[in-house]
Each structure stands twice: as C-alpha cells, then as structure tokens.
DNA sequence: ATCCGGAATATGAATTATCATGTTTTTGCC
DNA sequence: GGCAAAAACATGATAATTCATATTCCGGAT
C-alpha cells in the first residue's frame, strides 16, 4: 500500500511464483537463453536460425528426407519446405528425388553448405562448453541425460505419428 | 515407425550424430515436446498458447508493467502489447497507467481473467505432476536446479538489458 | 524552468509461420 | 491388375511475428 518506491508493490505474490518453478516454464527459459546467445554467433554469419538448424541437422547425416528432417529439426514439414527452398538459392543445399520412393526428397548439403555447417557446428560446440563449464561438467552430464530422457518420453519421434499437432480447436466466439 | 524398409543409405553418420547430443538441442527438444503437449489442453480451453502465459505471469503477479511482463513471458514487448489488446477484447485483462509513472502500463487480470487462469494453472500443475513422475521426483528436483541456474545465468533478467533483442548487430564479427 | 537523453508503450509495414488442401507416388487389398 | 487409402511434398491464403519507428513521459543537467 505504502511502497511507493518504484519497483514492485503490485500483487499478492505467494512464495516466488508458480512460473518460475514450473518445468515447462524453466525448460523453455533455458532454452530461450541459451539459444538466443549462439543465435546472435549464428546471424553474425549470415544465417538465418532455421537454416542453422538444417545445416546442423544435415551435417549429421547427409540426404535426409524432408519429412524426416523436418521431425528432427523440431518445426513443420510445411516449413521446412519453404526454408529449403531458400536454403536452395542460396547453393547451401540441393534436393534430390529419391530413387526407390519418388515421393520421397532428399535434401543435400553442397559443398559451400557443408563447410558452414562445419564452422557452425565447432563455434557450437564451443558456446556448449562455455554453459558446460559455467554449470560443471558433472551436472551437464545429468542434465543432458535427464532430458534426454523427456525427449524420448515426450519428443518428436514419440507421437503416434498422427497427432502430431491435432487438436479440436474448439472454436469458441468469445 | 522409422524407416523399417529403406535402410538409411545416406550420409556419414558419425555415432548417432552431434545434434542429438547438443545441449541447445536437448533443451528445445525437450522443451517443445512436453509444451506441445500441453498446449493441447491449452487450446482445448480455447485459450492460445501467448495467451496463456500471460494468464499464468499475472496469476503469479498481477499488475505487472509490459515491459516486465514480456520479459517474464519471453517474448518481445510489442508482441506482448498485441496479445494484451486481444486478451482485453475478450475480458481477459485490463490495462490501469501507473500513477506514479505514466509511461508505465500495468495489466491486470479481470475476474473471468483470474479464474481461467486459476483453472489453467491447476490443470498444468497436474501435467507436469505426470512428467515429473515418469521421470523420478529425484531426477527431476535435480533438472529443475540446473535449469535455474542456467536460466540465473542466461536468463532474460541477466542480460545487459541492452542487447535484450534491439540494436542492429552491426555486422561485426570478433 | 528548459532541454536532452532515455525509458515505456504503441503502431504499422514487411516478413514468417500456420493451416488446410492439392498433387503425385506408393502400398495394401480384393 | 485395379482401386482406395495413405504417405510425402508443395502451395497458397490467412494469421502471427518481427523490426523499425513514433509517441508520451520521466529525470537529470544546464
């Protein structure tokens, strides 16, 4: 009532908020930070964060199929086609029709790709170690193999491969 | 599920490759899975997933200043001004000028506003009950302590609070 | 007081992402 | 073999997000 500083003096906060202890919240804050620093790495070379995501995606194995990549590389299969095509003009990667299944496209690294990937992936691998060192090694380890765990509990790969995004929107007029 | 006919026949896959272990990549992996799933319940409210975060900062808080709040909700404060706009249409919220400060818009929740909230926050409370369970209380008091940490130290609130997301990078690589 | 810089929000044009659907190809079944 | 159903991608209209900038207000220095 009287805190007239400038700060708070809002609410009826209880101990320290739902939020800030809540899984998904904490999950999705480290998430954020940590990603947004390399992000400004990743821009700095003119590459946009999509697009270092599939160039990292691929660098791991070469000529996945669109669907595929698309799962792995956490975003829509929809999307993803728009941002190869980009990635495509740009001569970072080349699609090729699959031989067995014609259906199927496989999208490649060229060789101007590929070396990006390479140089992202090392300045990847040395902002990891940075948070690595910062949280210690030993707890990374169990970090990394916690969510490891909700990954293959909760991940991509563990849906029913149809409900992959469907919802009874419920479409309520307000 | 996975490719049970056409063996791989593609790239130079290392051990099972460095995304998968990447710990930016566990952490939004991780993230987006169980969230999406979440979300699910979310829209079934017929409440958007922006919506809800903010439903769930104010139950935390209520009055907080925009700023503030899109830090909280990790999201860009014109974004955030967007999703108040829609959230006061539907009664969900109202905005109230500080006195003290008059650039300063507080937001508040309206009856209607705080119950959902309240409703949401239970149901989530639950989920991440599951979850939690799935993967030992132990386990994941210990994922919770790092996460705080790393947000502690990545987090929006730790960031020079100028490069929060403005300023042109400048095009400087050191 | 007045001025100047910076903080807090709002706004609008341009960019991106999403959703539903279309096209092509393959598979399973009769 | 022929058909229906499903898988894999592409596409286009709609909706959401970003980016730069405008507006208003506060605080300190002159």
Redesign the pocket.
């Known amino acids: 009532m009287t805190a007239h500083k400038?700060p708070p003096e809002a609410g009826q906060t209880a101990d320290q908020g739902f939020v800030r202890h809540y899984l998904l919240y904490l999950l999705a804050a480290a998430s954020e930070g940590v990603s947004t620093e390399f992000h400004a790495q990743v821009r700095a070379r003119g590459v946009?964060?999509?697009e270092w995501r599939i160039l990292a995606c691929l660098a791991d194995e070469d000529g996945q199929?669109?669907?595929?990549l698309?799962a792995l590389a956490l975003?829509?299969?929809?999307?993803?086609?728009?941002?190869?095509?980009q990635m495509a003009d740009k001569k970072l990667v080349t699609?090729r029709s699959?031989e067995?299944?014609?259906?199927?496209?496989?999208v490649f690294l060229t060789a101007t790709g590929r070396s990006l990937a390479r140089e992202l992936v090392e300045d990847a691998r040395i902002h990891e170690a940075g948070i690595i060192d910062q949280i210690s090694p030993a707890q990374a380890a169990i970090l990394k193999h916690v969510l490891a765990r909700i990954v293959a509990l909760h991940g991509p790969e563990a849906r029913p491969?149809?409900e992959r995004?469907t919802t009874r929107?419920a479409e309520e007029e307000s």
Do not use: F
């Not at 199929?65 to 595929?68: G, H, L, N, P």
């Not at 067995?100 to 496209?105: G, Q």
């Open positions: 400038h946009r964060v999509p199929m669109v669907t595929q698309a975003m829509e299969q929809s999307r993803l086609t728009k941002i190869i095509d699609r699959d067995r299944d014609r259906r199927r496209v496989r491969a149809g995004r929107p």
